[in-house]
């Protein structure tokens, strides 16, 4: 183990400078590594295949569960997607060395904050093995550098991946010190690299909320990461009722295993008996099971077609990532204000209303990552806001709130040019 | 002790109560509540100053030191200078409700960043009662209720000023509670109030190396602190001596006690026989103490004059807060790059050269908070930069960087304006 601690550590100092030289290059550059990236990945789509084989075959052995597999599954397709997704992250702006917030002091003394990389991202991730790519693309681009810690489910995928992206950007120019790949999966190693903080600036986890929370708990260094996700779509009583059906179907159902997925929805009771019961018939037709509260339950318990139960004290500020919501009639605006202010958790949360006051009420006094009117929550995604590929949406307030993309894995320093300027 | 703690968390819960309020208020009227602060000074003098009699008194009779006694006196003419920036940050342009980044996404969702307040700020601060008047008064501006816990030396001067802050809100209509005092000093409960995530947004510790590694290492919220600050100046071979002697005696001596004054003054050999026997003698006309390199030493030791001492290797990398500098000869801009990359903070570094591609090289390659070239490292300050007054200055790369302001005391969320928008 101490030897493998002593590799780890030269492998943070190696990511360090190497960060230290890709900091400095041209977009040109670090978009050429991108290119041949993506083109690495065609080129080696045997190899890459073949280590993904002995990698699903062990977990096949292991008794894996199949939702599990899939994501550990990758296909001459999934590669094809995920090199044309290296594409279109290169061709989003850069958005180190722009120069902003400048002036020029009474003294002369001119000053600006100047965008610039973190320095070395550690990623610390479970069993997708096309995160080795999302994440070594988007810290490069960046101008970060970046160490991989990919689940040891993995590792082969991980590693011929990671083997892709380190002749690539030194076939582009970029030092391959910059991208670093543990190949060692021992879980005491993660410890350890959660505390280098002297090489590592910042950390990111991509995972499950034990892995987040774990790597929260111990870092040394900043996390940025998804905390837990509890959404909200409240229905006031001045909505357009189609409306609301579509937009609480779609936050439900379209992708109901991801963090902007509706959890609870909050009806107001003069519109309740209206709405209810056809967003509940069109929720079942999509096996939709819905926990409800007693005054929605009344309006709903005839229709024995439906998934009901009734809603307990856990279902609210509960994270279901599947294909459940929790339901409860409100009386008023400000009774859903208190419910999501108690029970969220300050990721997207929605209203649906006809009504301009309460539109305008809702998005200023929600405090959340994004607040929406009249759409549905699944739009919170770096791709989907214009921002490009993401690394993560946060729900924490320091730094950057929502999506993770390229500007934000930056930082800014003040930079001074001065012509012999000294303070009286 | 369990009924203080009580309390505590009765106050934090006060406190997201009023914040939630006073982050919807326009700037007019959180403006009215710093001029009413500002106001309330004056007329309250004469407590205020008794409150500061009772806390100088004990605080002499406890043996405190004339520096620390100096830092916790109030006068009227001090006061005078408090109330006088208030009105300075009431002058400040409100960062709140900033709309930015935004974008009508191609299925006609409007969506942009909203600059929010962070909620509720806990200020842990040592000695000096201003900051009870300063922090609160910045926290108010920028829309974030606080918590003030002060040192208990200062216990009757923090309440009396907090007593006057909490009146003067609630005179122009901001809820009182967005302002909460501890007037318990037992330490017990700065370690409860670093547990309280679910109240309190941000921390904010004020005050030597000891209370903010305490505050960093136990809070479970995000910390906005200064940490160490070792600054460097780097006068290149190209410099104008002049400039050079100017610049490197005014960060060293202007204020020797703060975060931005020089620590380390590196030298290269083509210039260090003209220039350090110069400085040298302007130094020592101040009281400098140098601990220099044996190439320096060398150079300098013929004249008794001066007080050096050979560096040892503690001498760098170390904030010396004193009239104490040290000094090496270096060969070449990448030893001076190499030396600031493994001792300095991050803090404040300077360069002072004529030489244009190694003035920008030094600007793009040093990673700190504020890199000036030919200009003294004291500017670092938020009002010298233009921002108003600070909160402290940050050496940490998430969020802010350099001065806190009151912009870097705000976060975003984002808004989207829908009309029926689902997510294909």
Known sequence: METAIKELKEKAQAAKKGARQLGQLSAEVKNRALTSISAGLNSSKDEILAANEIDCREAEASGMDAAMLDRLKLTSDRLDDIARDVLSVAALPDPVGEVFDVRTLPNGLLIGRKRVPFGVIGAIYESRPNVTIDISVLCLKSGNGVILRGGKEALHSNSALASVVQKAVITAGVPGEAVQFIDNTDRVLVNHLLKMDSFVDLIIPRGGAELISFVRENAAMPVIGAGESVCHTYVDHNADINMAVEIAFNAKVQRPSVCNALDTILVHADIARSLLPVLATKWAGAGV??????????????????????????????????????????????????????????????????????????????????????????????????????????????????????????TYKWIAFGSGQVRL
């Open 289 to 410: 099971e819905m926990h409800c509260d007693e005054r929605a339950l009344s309006i709903l318990k005839a229709d024995s077609s439906l998934k009901l139960a009734p809603a307990t004290d856990d279902d609210w500020g509960r994270e279901f990532l599947a294909l459940v919501a929790a339901v409860r009639v409100v009386n008023s605006l400000d009774e859903a204000l208190e419910h999501i202010e108690k029970y969220g958790s300050g990721a997207d949360e929605a209203i649906v209303t006809e009504d301009y006051s309460t539109a305008m009420r809702f998005l200023n006094e929600v405090d959340a990552a994004c607040v929406y009117v009249n759409a549905s929550t699944r739009f919170t995604d770096g791709g989907q806001f214009g921002l490009g590929a993401e690394v993560a949406i946060s729900t924490q307030k320091m730094h950057a709130r929502g999506p993770i993309g390229l500007r934000e894995l930056t």
